[in-house]
């Protein structure tokens, strides 16, 4: 049954998963907030939160737009045309992703990152942090640019990861 929320039916959306073309397209940067998209941030943070999930970009429900909803445990907070603005440091920890179920992966990235961006109100907003709100807005920002995080895997293992993918998906193999 869908949920209610202020009134309206919400939607939980399928989510893409490793092997979709939206998920490696560059999501196109949003011009305009319109009701249709606040709709679409509800049904973003419905599927999240059904997921479950820390934070999903909207071309993991297939549309191609720069937007990203998140919540890491201190609330539910949205990000419309984000852009990382800086970063420092370095973090190796083990990531997963929903489009990429059920793996997980040591990554490094930088330890700290601040983004900016706009709200659904339009008003600019920024959001930084380390380790893990720093790890998820690096994710999803790479998200919007069509990057999978297997493409932030050293060399070697980013082949081995790629080539157990295709196998799943071959049926070869079955996932752990
Ligand atoms: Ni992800």
Not at 86 to 106: D, F, H, I, N
Not at 110 to 134: C, K, N, Q, T
């Amino acid at each position: 049954m869908p949920a209610r929320y202020r009134g309206v039916e919400m939607a939980i959306f399928p989510i893409r998963t490793f092997g979709d073309p939206v998920l490696r397209t560059p999501a196109e940067p949003v011009d305009d907030i319109t009701n249709a998209l606040e709709r679409l941030v509800d049904d973003m943070f419905e599927t999240m939160y059904d997921a479950p999930g820390v934070g999903l970009a909207a071309p993991q429900i297939g549309v191609s737009k720069r937007i990203f909803v998140a919540d890491i445990g201190e609330g539910p907070f949205v990000m419309i045309n984000p852009e990382i603005v800086a970063t420092s440091g370095e973090w190796a920890y083990e990531e997963g992703c929903l489009s990429v179920p059920g793996k997980w992966w040591e990554i490094e990235r930088a330890g700290f990152a601040r983004a900016r961006g706009l709200d659904l109100d339009g008003s600019e907003v920024v959001y930084e942090g380390e380790e893990l709100m720093g790890r998820l807005l690096q994710h999803e920002v790479d998200h919007l640019d069509g990057m999978l995080l297997i493409e932030r895997l050293p060399r070697r293992i980013k082949k081995q990861a790629l080539r157990e993918l295709r196998d799943e998906a071959l049926g070869l193999r079955t996932a752990d």
